[in-house]
């Protein structure tokens, strides 16, 4: 924002506005660039701000350099969600995917590079898109939303191949098993294409107050862990059973695998560190006091930029260096 | 060194000797006593002149000799502090390396203990579950019963034939008795009424 000038002047309306408007964003999805040195975020407003991670990493960095280098309007609704392939930036939100170039928006242009709507079944209902998934083998990309199907999309074409169905209501978030080629997906009750874990039926974990929504999925080939409503699970895929429960009271938004860690990140401000095992191992402060996306920084191109970012309920991105605790915040 | 410029000259004396004291002095003073003795008078004060020319001389030697050996003592100990910087070198790339090989054990270490939380996990739900080998014993009791029940089963069914059976033969020949014996009242009723009309015949 900028400074507030201490002098007896008072705001101008454009101020107020800027200050509104950062005190009710919220960041819906990051994603990482290929070169790995810049971290794309999407908020609610449908804008895009591109942050360069080598510069806010590197020892002489200032206050300018945890701003945005650029930012952009990308759609005209939130955006939801957004994933990065070789060359390009593919970003989602009401309906439509838009893909941009990654080394047009670093020079500052905001043409994109198409634009796509997903078949729908009637041209009335404009769902939201929750979930992008790039599936590398058949450089495609598959699609999640509030229609309750799946669409996968190839990038060379784009063309729509497949329309997925079987599920009953919003589909909240995607994950890709590498080894066996499946594709699993969470929705308000169940969880997985090709074979249905109904998680709220099973009584362990089930907490019917919070409803029966999977808000979060994340897959290491042989093992799941799904979220939201009902209570943090880590599942056994092969014989579908679930296998440790993890005791956390907020529902969580996002999770992730990490080495021998399972990071998650929900309700309260913290990021959560779980061993496999059910015990937590840390809680990490953020500074919004909801988090809703976490993204892990693995390019191999550029070690130095290796973070785990935070964002969600403000106008901050939290940038992690080291898991245990917060370094700094990038904002909007 | 005769050709220094003049300043080069002037700023190294007043940087070995600055202030006056020490060696340029003695020099200084050296040249004037040799002045003053080639000028004496008389014998005893020549020689005892000479003595202090001497005496001063050896004094300006040895200051000469020390200056040297400490020259010599700061050559050998750049040496060593060359020799102690390179092993110092040595010592943190070999630091480095072994970062970077205890960076690469602790990822090791890291998936060894996830692969062991996922057996745990695993062998956690898996006792939930009875043992097999009593599951099996049961499944081979219960199906020894079945097949003793089954046999029992089998056996009183085969009773029932028989007694159904038997009881058909007894019921079939009570028929037949029933009928036989039918039949004879009736035939012995067919006998009477022919003998009564016999009998009522031959009267008129």
């Not at chain 1, 002098?7 to 101008?12: M, S």
């Not at chain 1, 450089?139 to 996968?152: E, V, Y």
């Not at chain 2, 040496?79 to 102690?84: G, L, M, S």
């Amino acid at each position: 924002m900028d400074r507030v000038v201490p002098q007896a002047v008072p705001l101008g309306q454009m101020e107020v506005f800027q200050a509104l408007q950062r005190l009710h964003m919220t960041v819906f999805s990051q994603s990482v660039s290929p070169c790995g040195k810049f971290l794309a975020a999407g908020n609610n407003y449908g804008q895009i701000a591109i942050f360069s991670l080598s510069a806010a990493l590197s020892s002489e960095a200032k206050e300018e350099s945890k701003k945005p280098v650029v930012t952009f309007q990308a759609h005209d609704g939130p955006v939801y969600s957004m994933v990065s392939t070789d060359r390009q930036l593919v970003s989602a939100g009401d309906g439509e995917v838009k893909a941009w170039l990654w080394a047009e928006i670093l020079k500052k242009g905001s043409k994109e590079l198409w634009r796509c709507q997903p078949p729908y079944r009637t041209s009335l209902e404009v769902p939201e898109i929750n979930s992008l998934l790039l599936v590398p083998k058949e450089n495609s990309l598959i699609l999640a939303g509030g229609d309750c199907q799946l669409h996968t999309m190839d990038l060379e074409t784009g063309a729509f191949t497949r329309a997925l169905r079987g599920h009953t209501d919003y589909i909240h978030c995607l994950a890709l098993r590498e080894r066996s080629p499946e594709v699993l997906s969470g929705d308000l009750r169940t969880a997985k294409e090709v074979q249905t874990i109904e998680v709220y039926k099973h009584e362990e974990c089930s907490r019917p107050h919070n409803g029966r929504w999977i808000g979060c999925l994340a897959t290491d080939s042989d093992w799941m862990v799904c979220g939201g409503g009902p209570a943090l699970t880590l599942w056994h895929l092969r014989s579908s059973t679930p296998t440790t429960i993890f005791p956390m009271r907020a529902p969580q938004k996002h999770v992730t695998f990490y080495q021998d860690l399972i990071l998650s990140a929900g309700q309260g401000p913290c990021v959560n560190q779980w061993q496999l095992s059910g015990e937590l191992k840390a809680q990490v402060p953020g500074s919004s006091p909801g988090l809703l996306s976490l993204s892990l920084n693995q390019q191999p191109a550029a070690p130095e930029c290796k973070v785990l970012t935070a964002a969600g309920n403000s106008c901050r991105v939290d940038v992690f260096t080291n898991l245990g605790y917060r370094a700094f915040s990038l904002s909007f | 060194m005769l050709f220094l410029p003049p300043d080069e000259v002037i700023r190294k004396r007043l940087l070995i000797d600055g202030d006056g004291a020490g060696d340029d002095r003695r020099i200084n003073l050296l040249v004037k006593s040799f002045i003053k003795w080639c000028n004496s008078g008389s014998q005893e004060e020549g020689y005892s002149q000479y003595q202090r020319m001497l005496s001063t001389l050896s004094q300006c030697e040895f200051s000469m000799g020390k200056t040297l050996l400490v020259y010599d003592m700061n050559l050998r100990e750049m040496e060593n502090y060359e020799k102690i910087y390179k092993e110092i070198e040595c010592s943190i790339a070999g630091a480095h390396e072994k970062i970077a090989e205890c960076k690469k054990q602790i990822l090791q270490a890291k998936r060894i203990r996830k692969n062991r939380q996922e057996y745990d996990a695993l062998a956690k739900v898996i006792q939930h579950h009875p043992d097999r080998h009593e599951t099996l014993k049961e499944l081979e009791a219960l199906g020894k019963e079945l097949e003793h029940l089954s046999h029992i089963k089998e056996s009183v069914e085969d009773k029932l034939e028989l007694r159904r059976k038997q009881f058909h033969v007894l019921l079939s020949t009570i028929h037949e008795l029933q009928q036989t014996l039918e039949n004879d009242e009736k035939l012995s009723e067919v006998e009477e009424a022919q003998e009564t009309s016999l009998e009522t015949d031959p009267k008129p």
